[in-house]
């Protein structure tokens, strides 16, 4: 069962849609890092997915067309040769998946690690990034992304 927290209101959830923009900002600046640490920032596809999550978040955005963008990167990464690219395109695509399900916020940080492995540069600089991201947004949202990600931790290493 989901955490009622990541749960939109209007879905009868606790999540209201502020803070669901608020970590919409979160995930999209986790993301435009990695699309930075990639050098993919003249990649269309992937700047106009992040422009379509920032149209969201700006509530400028339909969901819709935060999904259909989030799914068009998701087919692009999938048939990704280059393994950087690929990560880099599903940290954006979970970025913008943030509209539709808010505990997507959790995903461009975690391939944002994947990526400065692969690059071979420094996790805990990459970490310090995300800190500093994370403890902008309001106390409630930071204690909640904590708690998110260390039961996505935890699931991880059951399987």
């Not at 920032?54 to 799914?71: C, F, K, P, V």
């Not at 068009?72 to 990704?80: C, E």
């Not at 400065?116 to 420094?122: E, F």
Request: proline share 1%; glycine share 6%; aromatic share 4%.
């Amino acid at each position: 069962m989901r955490d009622q927290r990541v749960v939109a209101v209007h879905r009868g959830g606790l999540l209201t849609k502020e803070d669901h923009m608020v970590l919409m900002h979160y995930a999209r600046m986790c993301a435009l890092h990695v699309l930075e640490l990639a050098s993919l920032q003249d990649d269309e596809l992937l700047v106009h997915a992040l422009k379509v999550a920032e149209r969201w978040e700006l509530g400028n955005a339909s969901t819709g067309e935060a999904i259909a963008s989030s799914r068009l990167v998701h087919a692009y990464a999938k048939n990704q040769d280059d393994v950087l690219v690929g990560l880099a395109a599903r940290a954006i695509g979970q970025a913008v998946a943030t509209a539709h399900m808010a505990d997507h916020c959790l995903g461009p940080s975690w391939y944002a690690r994947k990526v400065v492995r692969l690059l071979g540069t420094s996790v805990e600089e990459e970490d310090a990034y995300q800190q500093r991201e994370l403890e902008k947004l309001p106390s409630h949202l930071v204690s909640l992304v904590k708690f998110l990600q260390n039961q996505k931790h935890m699931l991880s290493e059951q399987v």
